[in-house]
C-alpha cells in the first residue's frame, strides 16, 4: 500500500540533545513538508522540499534542520537549539501539481526527558 | 499574512443531524483549500479540495464550499455519525502553489448515538 511512514510514534530527548525524526513516502511524490503540532492549535510549517536536494524554511525553522539526499525520504532533526521541542510531528507529501491534495504520515510524539 | 479561523471551536450533536462547520481566512488570494479530518494522536485524512476556480466540492456525506472573494469556506455534513466524530481542519494554500498551507486550529466534532 502506498503512504507515508514516519518513525519511531514517541520519542524522548535529552538536554543538549539532537534527535531526528524519520520519514519515508512511496507515493512517487515530488514535495514533501513537516509540521508541528501544538495541543489545541493547528499546525505549522517547519519545512518544505519540493523537489530533491532543495528545501525551503516554513514559518518556525529556527532550531530544526532537513535533508532531502532521496526522493522518498525528508528526516527532520530537532536540534539543541529548539528549546521547547515537545510536540507532535507531522510529516506530508504531495505532487506540486496543486490539484492533489496532501498526505500525511501518523506523526511522532517528541517529549522532554 | 494568512489568518485562519474556525468556527465553532466544538460541536456536540446527535447522531443524524446535519451540521456546518466554518472557516475564514484573511487572504483571499489561495491557490486552493483542503479540508482534513483528525482522529485522537493521528495524522491528518484529507476530505475534500477545492481548487479557486471552483465553487464547491462533493465526497458522499461531504460537502465543501468555497467563497474566496469573502475569505470563507463551510463543510457541510449530512446525516451525521458517531463515526464522524473527529477534529476537522481547514487549509488554504498561497497563490503561488507551494503547497504552504496556513492551517485553521479546527473545530472538534462529537457525534452522540
Known amino acids: 500500500d502506498g503512504g507515508i511512514t514516519q518513525s519511531p510514534k514517541y520519542l524522548f530527548r535529552k538536554e543538549g540533545q539532537n534527535v531526528t525524526l524519520s520519514c519515508e513516502q512511496n507515493?512517487?511524490?515530488?514535495?514533501m513538508y513537516w509540521y508541528r503540532q501544538d495541543p489545541g492549535q493547528g499546525l505549522r510549517l517547519i519545512y518544505y522540499?519540493?523537489?530533491?536536494?532543495?528545501?525551503q524554511k516554513g514559518d518556525i525553522a529556527e532550531g530544526y534542520s532537513v535533508s532531502r539526499e532521496k526522493k522518498e525520504s525528508f528526516p527532520l532533526t530537532v536540534t539543541s537549539a529548539q528549546k521547547n521541542p515537545t510536540a507532535f510531528y507531522l510529516c506530508?507529501?504531495?505532487?506540486?501539481?496543486?490539484?492533489?491534495?496532501?498526505?500525511f504520515g501518523d506523526g511522532t510524539r517528541l517529549s522532554i526527558l | 499574512k494568512q489568518e485562519v479561523t474556525q468556527i465553532p471551536a466544538a460541536l456536540s450533536v446527535p447522531e443524524g443531524e446535519n451540521l456546518v462547520l466554518n472557516c475564514s481566512f484573511t487572504?483571499?488570494?489561495?491557490?486552493?483549500l483542503q479540508w482534513f479530518r483528525q482522529d485522537p494522536g493521528k495524522g491528518l485524512t484529507s476530505l475534500l479540495l477545492?481548487?479557486?476556480?471552483?465553487r464547491e466540492q462533493t465526497s458522499g456525506r461531504l460537502n465543501a464550499s468555497l467563497d474566496k472573494s469573502s475569505g470563507r469556506s463551510t463543510l457541510y455534513i449530512a446525516a451525521s455519525q458517531p463515526g464522524d466524530s473527529a477534529t476537522y481542519l481547514c487549509a488554504p494554500d498561497g497563490s503561488s502553489n507551494t503547497g504552504k498551507l496556513i492551517f485553521g486550529q479546527g473545530t472538534t466534532l462529537q457525534v452522540k448515538p
Open positions: 506530508a507529501s504531495s505532487s506540486i501539481a496543486g490539484d492533489q491534495p496532501q498526505h
Open positions: 487572504d483571499s488570494a489561495i491557490y486552493n
Open positions: 522540499s519540493q523537489i530533491v536536494n532543495d528545501f
Open positions: 507515493l512517487n511524490h515530488d514535495a
Open positions: 477545492i481548487q479557486s476556480s471552483q
